[in-house]
């Protein structure tokens, strides 16, 4: 496990005794909220400012250069007397969606404090989808537009760790579909994705095929049926990228294998099945690519997927012992 911290201010051999940032929530008063679109890659970034016009920085809620202008709009800033603001940066991201907003939505669902949660006028299906299982439907709600600056008599801010165990548990047992004794065998492509494909798919496909996996294309898949898939696997496997949030639909046990570039290390998808009960397995792939690290393709010896198998094996049936 690479002992790289990276951008990530951990690294994979952090994860076991990886301290949980504490959850809070705080009430600002006279308070500012700017949902600025990053004009660089037009990916969504908020920032807050409290009653004193002091920046308050948040998980993934941070004031930048290009929260500037806006500052300059606040005489057409939308005014409102009571909210609540939960989003986080790319809130349309599918891994940020389901590990960083849906359980704060459900904490405050919990606590009875969802009155004046503000959702985007922009969502996603799988925005919607996820929100209906949770019990909740964004037409009950205010919406925010993007580069519309707010001003908030009583704003309601939270603060949560996307990878603590007591935050995420209690949306897989909203959400999940759980049956009594998951079998399927799962490989996430990535054949449809614009970035980070896996060169030599084929071949680490039809390793997996001879082992029993099938193959999934969740871009093809409806949120619900994503969801009920998950709750069927058993053991998991995919390259670095969303699809693997999946694994949040899946029972504790699941054997959960990611293929990832090293030489970039992104321990998060580590964190995540460790605080979802999971066994994880890393298989390390070369990166090709002449573009930022996150964007490059993979390619992975078969080899090392074919000689990781035995040792899955031997896990389940451990845990079935």
């Known amino acids: 496990m690479p002992a790289d911290a990276g951008w990530w201010g951990y690294s994979f051999r952090d994860v076991p005794s990886r301290a949980d940032a504490r959850t809070f929530i705080a009430t600002l008063h006279d308070a500012v909220v700017l949902p600025c679109l990053n004009?660089?890659?037009?990916?969504?970034?908020p920032a807050v400012l409290d009653g004193g016009r002091r920046v308050v920085t948040l998980p993934q809620i941070d004031f930048r250069?290009?929260?500037?202008p806006a500052l300059?709009?606040?005489?057409?800033?939308?005014?409102?007397r009571r909210a609540t603001w939960v989003m986080e940066r790319v809130y349309d991201n599918h891994s940020?969606?389901?590990t960083a907003h849906l359980p704060k939505l459900r904490l405050l669902a919990g606590l009875d404090r969802l009155e004046g949660?503000?959702?985007?006028?922009?969502?996603?299906?799988?925005?919607?989808?996820?929100?209906?299982?949770?019990?909740?439907?964004?037409?009950?709600?205010?919406?925010?537009?993007?580069e519309v600056p707010l001003r908030v008599d009583e704003l309601t801010v939270i603060g949560t760790d996307r990878f603590r165990s007591d935050l995420l548990r209690p949306v897989r047992e909203a959400m999940a579909m759980p049956v009594a004794a998951p079998w399927r065998r799962v490989f996430i492509s990535r054949g449809g994705a614009a970035r980070r494909k896996l060169l030599n798919e084929e071949a680490i496909w039809r390793v997996l095929r001879g082992a029993g996996f099938e193959r999934a294309c969740m871009e093809q898949l409806d949120f619900d049926a994503q969801v009920k898939l998950m709750g069927e696997t058993r053991v998991l496997a995919a390259p670095h990228g969303a699809g693997l949030t999946n694994m949040l639909f899946c029972a504790p046990g699941t054997q959960?294998?990611?293929?990832?570039?090293?030489s970039f290390p992104?321990?998060?998808?580590?964190?995540?099945?460790?605080?979802?009960?999971?066994?994880?397995?890393l298989i390390a792939a070369t990166a090709h690519g002449d573009c930022h690290p996150?964007?490059?393709?993979?390619?992975?010896?078969?080899?090392?997927?074919?000689?990781?198998?035995?040792?899955?094996?031997?896990?389940?049936r451990g845990r079935a012992a």
Not at 65 to 68: A, C, G, L, P, Y
Not at 119 to 146: H, I, K, Q
Not at 256 to 262: I, K, Q, R, S
């Open 72 to 80: 300059h709009r606040l005489r057409r800033a939308r005014r409102l």
């Open 256 to 262: 959960v294998v990611e293929l990832a570039d090293l």
């Open 117 to 146: 949660v503000l959702f985007p006028r922009r969502r996603t299906a799988v925005m919607d989808a996820s929100l209906r299982r949770l019990g909740l439907d964004a037409a009950d709600y205010d919406v925010f537009d993007e």
């Open 266 to 281: 992104n321990p998060n998808f580590y964190a995540l099945a460790s605080a979802l009960g999971h066994d994880y397995w």
């Open 39 to 45: 004009p660089d890659n037009g990916e969504f970034f």
């Open 96 to 98: 940020h969606w389901l």
């Open 294 to 316: 996150l964007y490059r393709d993979l390619c992975v010896a078969p080899d090392a997927v074919g000689s990781l198998l035995p040792a899955i094996e031997a896990r389940l």
């Open 65 to 68: 250069r290009f929260h500037r």
